[in-house]
Protein backbone atom coordinates (compact mmCIF):
# COMPACT_ATOMS: atom_id res chain seq x y z
CA UNK A 1 0.00 0.00 0.00
CA UNK A 2 1.37 3.41 -1.20
CA UNK A 3 1.80 6.27 1.96
CA UNK A 4 2.86 10.16 1.12
CA UNK A 5 6.61 9.64 0.78
CA UNK A 6 5.87 6.61 -1.99
CA UNK A 7 7.14 6.87 -5.00
CA UNK A 8 4.86 8.23 -7.68
CA UNK A 9 3.98 6.83 -11.02
CA UNK A 10 1.20 8.28 -13.38
CA UNK A 11 -0.55 7.02 -16.18
CA UNK A 12 -0.72 9.54 -19.57
CA UNK A 13 -3.39 8.12 -21.97
CA UNK A 14 -5.57 9.91 -24.07
CA UNK A 15 -9.18 8.73 -22.86
CA UNK A 16 -10.77 7.34 -19.37
CA UNK A 17 -12.92 4.35 -21.22
CA UNK A 18 -9.50 2.90 -22.43
CA UNK A 19 -7.49 3.02 -19.43
CA UNK A 20 -10.29 1.39 -17.50
CA UNK A 21 -10.80 -1.32 -20.05
CA UNK A 22 -7.23 -2.09 -20.74
CA UNK A 23 -4.73 -0.68 -17.76
CA UNK A 24 -7.20 -0.29 -14.14
CA UNK A 25 -6.24 -3.18 -13.38
CA UNK A 26 -2.82 -2.95 -13.92
CA UNK A 27 -2.42 0.47 -12.21
CA UNK A 28 -4.56 -1.10 -8.63
CA UNK A 29 -1.44 -3.50 -8.64
CA UNK A 30 1.10 -0.77 -9.21
CA UNK A 31 -0.83 1.18 -6.21
CA UNK A 32 -0.67 -2.28 -3.59
CA UNK A 33 3.03 -2.55 -4.87
CA UNK A 34 3.84 0.56 -2.68
CA UNK A 35 3.37 3.09 -5.71
CA UNK A 36 1.16 6.21 -5.58
CA UNK A 37 -0.51 6.18 -8.65
CA UNK A 38 -2.02 9.67 -10.80
CA UNK A 39 -3.76 9.02 -14.09
CA UNK A 40 -3.88 12.17 -16.63
CA UNK A 41 -6.31 11.60 -18.89
CA UNK A 42 -9.44 13.01 -20.63
CA UNK A 43 -12.16 12.30 -18.37
CA UNK A 44 -15.27 11.71 -19.71
CA UNK A 45 -17.45 9.29 -18.36
CA UNK A 46 -15.33 6.90 -15.74
CA UNK A 47 -13.67 9.41 -13.00
CA UNK A 48 -15.27 8.35 -10.18
CA UNK A 49 -14.39 5.01 -11.63
CA UNK A 50 -11.00 5.63 -11.14
CA UNK A 51 -10.90 7.67 -8.08
CA UNK A 52 -12.79 4.42 -6.55
CA UNK A 53 -9.84 2.32 -6.95
CA UNK A 54 -7.50 5.34 -4.83
CA UNK A 55 -5.96 6.81 -8.12
CA UNK A 56 -5.45 9.99 -8.24
CA UNK A 57 -6.66 12.10 -11.27
CA UNK A 58 -5.53 14.76 -13.23
CA UNK A 59 -7.72 15.76 -16.38
CA UNK A 60 -5.87 16.67 -19.71
CA UNK A 61 -7.78 16.72 -22.92
CA UNK A 62 -5.44 15.56 -26.22
CA UNK A 63 -7.28 14.88 -29.14
CA UNK A 64 -7.15 11.31 -30.49
CA UNK A 65 -7.42 12.03 -34.21
CA UNK A 66 -6.66 15.67 -34.97
CA UNK A 67 -3.52 17.51 -36.05
CA UNK A 68 -3.96 20.93 -35.53
CA UNK A 69 -0.98 22.08 -34.51
CA UNK A 70 -1.90 25.43 -32.11
CA UNK A 71 -4.36 22.25 -30.14
CA UNK A 72 -1.32 19.72 -30.10
CA UNK A 73 1.11 22.05 -28.88
CA UNK A 74 -1.05 23.40 -26.30
CA UNK A 75 -1.86 20.15 -24.95
CA UNK A 76 1.99 19.03 -24.74
CA UNK A 77 2.63 22.32 -22.68
CA UNK A 78 -0.54 21.47 -20.14
CA UNK A 79 1.20 18.31 -19.74
CA UNK A 80 4.63 19.88 -19.12
CA UNK A 81 3.03 21.94 -16.38
CA UNK A 82 1.48 19.09 -14.93
CA UNK A 83 4.55 16.70 -14.65
CA UNK A 84 6.53 20.05 -13.01
CA UNK A 85 4.19 20.28 -10.85
CA UNK A 86 3.48 16.31 -9.77
CA UNK A 87 7.12 15.14 -9.92
CA UNK A 88 6.42 11.54 -10.60
CA UNK A 89 9.69 8.98 -10.23
CA UNK A 90 8.26 7.24 -13.26
CA UNK A 91 5.77 8.18 -16.34
CA UNK A 92 3.79 5.44 -17.84
CA UNK A 93 2.60 6.28 -21.41
CA UNK A 94 -0.14 4.07 -23.06
CA UNK A 95 -0.80 3.98 -26.98
CA UNK A 96 0.88 6.27 -30.14
CA UNK A 97 0.23 10.06 -29.03
CA UNK A 98 0.92 9.81 -25.05
CA UNK A 99 4.23 7.75 -26.37
CA UNK A 100 6.02 10.88 -28.44
CA UNK A 101 3.90 13.47 -26.50
CA UNK A 102 4.33 12.29 -22.80
CA UNK A 103 8.51 10.60 -23.23
CA UNK A 104 8.95 14.69 -24.80
CA UNK A 105 7.49 16.52 -21.91
CA UNK A 106 9.18 13.73 -19.70
CA UNK A 107 12.45 14.81 -21.40
CA UNK A 108 11.66 18.20 -20.81
CA UNK A 109 10.98 18.18 -16.93
CA UNK A 110 13.88 15.72 -16.01
CA UNK A 111 11.39 12.57 -15.30
CA UNK A 112 13.68 10.06 -14.20
CA UNK A 113 12.32 7.19 -15.76
CA UNK A 114 9.86 6.36 -18.88
CA UNK A 115 7.77 3.52 -19.97
CA UNK A 116 6.10 3.42 -22.87
CA UNK A 117 3.13 1.12 -23.43
CA UNK A 118 2.74 0.71 -27.58
CA UNK A 119 -0.92 -1.39 -27.47
CA UNK A 120 -0.34 -2.11 -31.40
CA UNK A 121 0.39 0.03 -33.95
CA UNK A 122 -3.01 0.69 -35.03
CA UNK A 123 -4.75 2.90 -38.04
CA UNK A 124 -2.17 4.65 -38.57
CA UNK A 125 0.09 1.58 -39.65
CA UNK A 126 -2.47 -0.11 -41.47
CA UNK A 127 -3.75 2.79 -43.95
CA UNK A 128 -2.55 3.42 -47.03
CA UNK A 129 -4.24 7.08 -47.23
CA UNK A 130 -2.03 9.72 -48.31
CA UNK A 131 -2.30 11.61 -44.83
CA UNK A 132 -1.29 8.11 -42.80
CA UNK A 133 1.52 7.80 -44.98
CA UNK A 134 2.85 10.78 -44.00
CA UNK A 135 2.19 10.67 -40.28
CA UNK A 136 3.50 7.27 -40.31
CA UNK A 137 6.95 8.43 -41.25
CA UNK A 138 7.01 11.62 -39.28
CA UNK A 139 6.38 9.25 -35.66
CA UNK A 140 8.74 6.71 -37.52
CA UNK A 141 10.95 9.95 -36.83
CA UNK A 142 9.99 11.01 -33.41
CA UNK A 143 10.11 7.18 -31.91
CA UNK A 144 13.51 7.07 -33.23
CA UNK A 145 14.33 10.65 -31.49
CA UNK A 146 12.52 9.88 -28.09
CA UNK A 147 12.74 6.36 -27.29
CA UNK A 148 16.47 5.39 -27.80
CA UNK A 149 17.38 7.21 -24.53
CA UNK A 150 18.80 5.28 -21.00
CA UNK A 151 15.69 6.17 -19.04
CA UNK A 152 13.16 5.11 -21.51
CA UNK A 153 11.57 1.22 -21.78
CA UNK A 154 9.40 0.29 -24.68
CA UNK A 155 6.38 -2.54 -23.86
CA UNK A 156 4.50 -4.17 -26.90
CA UNK A 157 2.73 -6.73 -27.12
CA UNK A 158 3.80 -9.13 -29.51
CA UNK A 159 6.52 -10.29 -31.74
CA UNK A 160 5.61 -8.08 -35.02
CA UNK A 161 5.30 -4.88 -33.16
CA UNK A 162 8.77 -6.09 -31.24
CA UNK A 163 10.24 -6.21 -34.68
CA UNK A 164 8.97 -2.89 -35.97
CA UNK A 165 9.86 -0.79 -32.81
CA UNK A 166 13.43 -2.16 -33.36
CA UNK A 167 13.66 -1.25 -36.91
CA UNK A 168 12.18 2.42 -36.10
CA UNK A 169 14.15 3.21 -32.96
CA UNK A 170 17.08 0.55 -32.68
CA UNK A 171 15.97 -0.22 -29.25
CA UNK A 172 14.80 -3.68 -28.33
CA UNK A 173 11.41 -3.48 -26.77
CA UNK A 174 10.15 -5.46 -23.89
CA UNK A 175 7.82 -8.11 -25.01
CA UNK A 176 4.89 -8.44 -22.28
CA UNK A 177 1.37 -10.28 -23.86
CA UNK A 178 -1.54 -8.23 -23.38
CA UNK A 179 -2.62 -6.33 -20.69
CA UNK A 180 -3.60 -9.13 -18.95
CA UNK A 181 -6.88 -11.27 -17.78
CA UNK A 182 -8.51 -11.78 -14.01
CA UNK A 183 -8.85 -15.52 -14.37
CA UNK A 184 -10.57 -15.49 -11.53
CA UNK A 185 -13.93 -12.95 -13.14
CA UNK A 186 -13.56 -14.83 -16.63
CA UNK A 187 -14.28 -19.10 -15.78
CA UNK A 188 -15.32 -21.17 -17.98
CA UNK A 189 -18.95 -21.91 -17.77
CA UNK A 190 -21.37 -25.35 -19.29
CA UNK A 191 -21.85 -24.68 -23.22
CA UNK A 192 -25.59 -22.70 -23.07
CA UNK A 193 -28.48 -24.61 -24.60
CA UNK A 194 -30.18 -23.59 -27.92
CA UNK A 195 -28.71 -22.63 -30.93
CA UNK A 196 -25.33 -21.65 -31.56
CA UNK A 197 -24.37 -18.41 -30.40
CA UNK A 198 -20.88 -16.50 -32.54
CA UNK A 199 -20.02 -13.50 -30.37
CA UNK A 200 -17.65 -10.55 -31.17
CA UNK A 201 -16.90 -8.75 -28.75
CA UNK A 202 -15.11 -5.02 -29.84
CA UNK A 203 -15.08 -1.06 -31.01
CA UNK A 204 -17.42 -1.29 -33.60
CA UNK A 205 -14.86 0.08 -36.65
CA UNK A 206 -14.71 -1.71 -39.69
CA UNK A 207 -10.42 -2.48 -39.35
CA UNK A 208 -11.78 -5.04 -36.68
CA UNK A 209 -13.28 -6.83 -39.15
CA UNK A 210 -16.90 -6.01 -38.53
CA UNK A 211 -17.96 -6.10 -42.57
CA UNK A 212 -15.90 -9.39 -42.92
CA UNK A 213 -18.00 -10.92 -39.82
CA UNK A 214 -21.55 -9.62 -40.99
CA UNK A 215 -20.53 -11.45 -44.51
CA UNK A 216 -19.78 -14.56 -42.75
CA UNK A 217 -22.98 -14.19 -41.06
CA UNK A 218 -25.02 -14.06 -43.91
CA UNK A 219 -23.56 -17.09 -45.48
CA UNK A 220 -23.72 -19.04 -42.77
CA UNK A 221 -27.38 -17.78 -42.17
CA UNK A 222 -28.75 -19.10 -45.32
CA UNK A 223 -27.38 -22.88 -44.71
CA UNK A 224 -28.43 -22.71 -40.82
CA UNK A 225 -31.02 -20.13 -39.96
CA UNK A 226 -30.78 -20.98 -36.20
CA UNK A 227 -27.51 -20.14 -35.78
CA UNK A 228 -26.78 -16.83 -34.11
CA UNK A 229 -24.17 -13.71 -34.60
CA UNK A 230 -23.74 -11.85 -32.30
CA UNK A 231 -21.67 -8.11 -32.21
CA UNK A 232 -21.07 -6.33 -28.89
CA UNK A 233 -19.85 -3.06 -28.88
CA UNK A 234 -20.41 0.42 -30.18
CA UNK A 235 -19.21 2.73 -32.44
CA UNK A 236 -16.39 5.11 -31.83
CA UNK A 237 -16.76 8.43 -33.80
CA UNK A 238 -13.07 9.67 -32.76
CA UNK A 239 -12.27 6.86 -35.01
CA UNK A 240 -11.97 7.25 -39.11
CA UNK A 241 -12.97 3.43 -39.60
CA UNK A 242 -15.98 3.89 -37.41
CA UNK A 243 -18.90 1.50 -38.23
CA UNK A 244 -22.01 3.75 -38.05
CA UNK A 245 -25.22 3.11 -35.45
CA UNK A 246 -27.26 3.23 -38.58
CA UNK A 247 -25.38 0.38 -40.65
CA UNK A 248 -25.14 -1.36 -37.34
CA UNK A 249 -28.98 -0.93 -36.95
CA UNK A 250 -29.71 -2.33 -40.46
CA UNK A 251 -27.67 -5.02 -40.24
CA UNK A 252 -30.05 -6.24 -37.14
CA UNK A 253 -33.29 -5.28 -38.82
CA UNK A 254 -31.89 -7.32 -41.82
CA UNK A 255 -31.53 -10.38 -39.84
CA UNK A 256 -28.22 -11.46 -40.27
CA UNK A 257 -26.53 -10.28 -36.99
CA UNK A 258 -27.93 -9.10 -33.72
CA UNK A 259 -26.34 -5.75 -32.31
CA UNK A 260 -25.88 -5.81 -28.21
CA UNK A 261 -24.41 -2.63 -28.32
CA UNK A 262 -22.01 -1.84 -25.42
CA UNK A 263 -21.91 -4.25 -22.33
CA UNK A 264 -19.68 -3.86 -19.39
CA UNK A 265 -20.62 -7.64 -18.32
CA UNK A 266 -18.68 -9.42 -20.65
CA UNK A 267 -18.17 -12.26 -18.71
CA UNK A 268 -22.17 -12.86 -19.00
CA UNK A 269 -21.48 -12.42 -22.91
CA UNK A 270 -19.32 -14.93 -23.20
CA UNK A 271 -21.17 -17.23 -21.00
CA UNK A 272 -23.89 -17.24 -23.53
CA UNK A 273 -21.54 -18.01 -26.35
CA UNK A 274 -20.29 -20.79 -28.48
CA UNK A 275 -17.62 -19.33 -29.95
CA UNK A 276 -15.39 -16.23 -30.16
CA UNK A 277 -14.52 -14.48 -33.44
CA UNK A 278 -12.34 -11.75 -34.06
CA UNK A 279 -11.58 -11.47 -38.13
CA UNK A 280 -9.34 -8.05 -37.50
CA UNK A 281 -7.07 -6.77 -40.02
CA UNK A 282 -6.64 -4.03 -37.47
CA UNK A 283 -2.78 -3.26 -36.39
CA UNK A 284 -4.02 -5.24 -32.96
CA UNK A 285 -1.06 -5.43 -30.06
CA UNK A 286 -2.82 -8.05 -28.27
CA UNK A 287 -6.88 -7.81 -28.24
CA UNK A 288 -8.30 -7.99 -24.86
CA UNK A 289 -11.11 -9.79 -26.48
CA UNK A 290 -9.50 -12.72 -27.70
CA UNK A 291 -7.67 -13.26 -24.15
CA UNK A 292 -10.81 -12.76 -22.12
CA UNK A 293 -12.77 -15.47 -24.48
CA UNK A 294 -9.86 -17.90 -23.83
CA UNK A 295 -9.99 -17.51 -20.20
CA UNK A 296 -13.96 -17.98 -20.57
CA UNK A 297 -13.09 -21.46 -22.25
CA UNK A 298 -14.31 -20.56 -25.60
CA UNK A 299 -12.59 -21.46 -29.28
CA UNK A 300 -11.12 -18.71 -31.32
CA UNK A 301 -11.73 -17.85 -34.52
CA UNK A 302 -9.57 -14.99 -35.92
CA UNK A 303 -7.20 -13.95 -39.09
CA UNK A 304 -3.49 -14.64 -39.32
CA UNK A 305 -2.17 -11.02 -38.48
CA UNK A 306 0.10 -8.88 -35.89
CA UNK A 307 -1.57 -9.37 -32.54
CA UNK A 308 -4.24 -12.27 -33.35
CA UNK A 309 -2.21 -15.38 -34.45
CA UNK A 310 -0.48 -14.84 -30.60
CA UNK A 311 -4.24 -15.83 -29.18
CA UNK A 312 -4.31 -18.88 -31.08
CA UNK A 313 -2.42 -22.22 -31.51
CA UNK A 314 -3.93 -23.61 -34.97
CA UNK A 315 -5.63 -26.35 -34.11
CA UNK A 316 -5.22 -26.81 -30.98
CA UNK A 317 -7.47 -24.04 -29.34
CA UNK A 318 -8.56 -22.32 -32.24
CA UNK A 319 -8.90 -21.29 -36.02
CA UNK A 320 -6.76 -19.14 -38.11
CA UNK A 321 -7.94 -17.25 -41.53
CA UNK A 322 -6.52 -14.86 -43.78
CA UNK A 323 -7.41 -11.26 -43.45
CA UNK A 324 -10.93 -9.61 -45.28
CA UNK A 325 -11.25 -13.31 -46.75
CA UNK A 326 -15.35 -13.61 -45.85
CA UNK A 327 -14.99 -17.25 -47.34
CA UNK A 328 -12.37 -18.94 -45.46
CA UNK A 329 -14.00 -17.20 -41.95
CA UNK A 330 -17.93 -18.98 -42.83
CA UNK A 331 -16.13 -22.13 -43.42
CA UNK A 332 -13.63 -22.17 -40.14
CA UNK A 333 -17.27 -20.81 -38.30
CA UNK A 334 -19.35 -23.68 -39.82
CA UNK A 335 -16.65 -26.29 -38.96
CA UNK A 336 -17.33 -25.12 -35.29
CA UNK A 337 -20.97 -24.70 -35.07
CA UNK A 338 -21.24 -27.90 -36.58
CA UNK A 339 -18.77 -29.91 -34.21
CA UNK A 340 -19.45 -29.80 -30.29
CA UNK A 341 -16.75 -32.07 -28.89
CA UNK A 342 -14.10 -29.84 -31.03
CA UNK A 343 -15.34 -26.66 -29.91
CA UNK A 344 -14.95 -28.69 -26.04
CA UNK A 345 -11.41 -29.61 -27.04
CA UNK A 346 -10.32 -26.09 -28.14
CA UNK A 347 -12.22 -24.15 -25.11
CA UNK A 348 -10.08 -26.49 -23.08
CA UNK A 349 -6.99 -25.52 -24.49
CA UNK A 350 -8.19 -22.12 -24.34
CA UNK A 351 -8.27 -21.95 -21.00
CA UNK A 352 -4.53 -23.64 -20.36
CA UNK A 353 -3.24 -20.71 -22.67
CA UNK A 354 -4.70 -17.86 -20.92
CA UNK A 355 -3.35 -19.28 -18.05
CA UNK A 356 0.21 -20.19 -18.91
CA UNK A 357 0.82 -16.76 -21.17
CA UNK A 358 -1.69 -14.49 -19.90
CA UNK A 359 -2.89 -14.32 -16.60
CA UNK A 360 -2.77 -10.65 -15.20
CA UNK A 361 -0.62 -11.48 -12.44
CA UNK A 362 1.96 -12.72 -14.75
CA UNK A 363 1.33 -9.33 -16.79
CA UNK A 364 1.46 -7.03 -13.64
CA UNK A 365 4.50 -9.08 -12.17
CA UNK A 366 6.48 -8.49 -15.58
CA UNK A 367 5.47 -4.93 -15.72
CA UNK A 368 6.50 -4.00 -12.65
CA UNK A 369 10.12 -5.48 -13.09
CA UNK A 370 10.43 -3.26 -15.63
CA UNK A 371 9.57 -0.21 -12.64
CA UNK A 372 12.13 -1.76 -11.11
CA UNK A 373 14.94 -2.24 -13.19
CA UNK A 374 14.68 1.20 -14.51
CA UNK A 375 14.60 2.82 -10.85
CA UNK A 376 17.65 0.10 -9.83
CA UNK A 377 19.46 1.79 -12.64
CA UNK A 378 18.99 5.28 -11.58
Known amino acids: MSTPRSPRVAFFVTVDWYFCHHYLALAQAVRAAGYQVTVITDVAEHGEVIRAAGLDLIPLTVS ?40 LAARLTGVPAVVNGVAGMGYLFTSQAARARLVRALVGRAYCALLAAPQVRVLVQNPDDQAQVR ?31 VVLASRMLWDKGIGEFVGAARLLKAQDPTARFVLVGKPDPGNPVSVSEEQLLAWQQEGCIEWWGYRADIPAVLAAAHIACLPSYYREGLPKFLIEAAAAGLPLVTTDATGCREAVEPGRNGLLVPPRDVAALAQALARLIADGELRRRFGARSREIAQERFDATRIHAATLAVYRELRERR
Open 64 to 103: RKGMNPWRELRSILRLIGILRTLRPALLHNLAQKPVLYGT
Open 167 to 197: RLTGVAPVLIPGSGVDMARFVPQAPPPGPRV
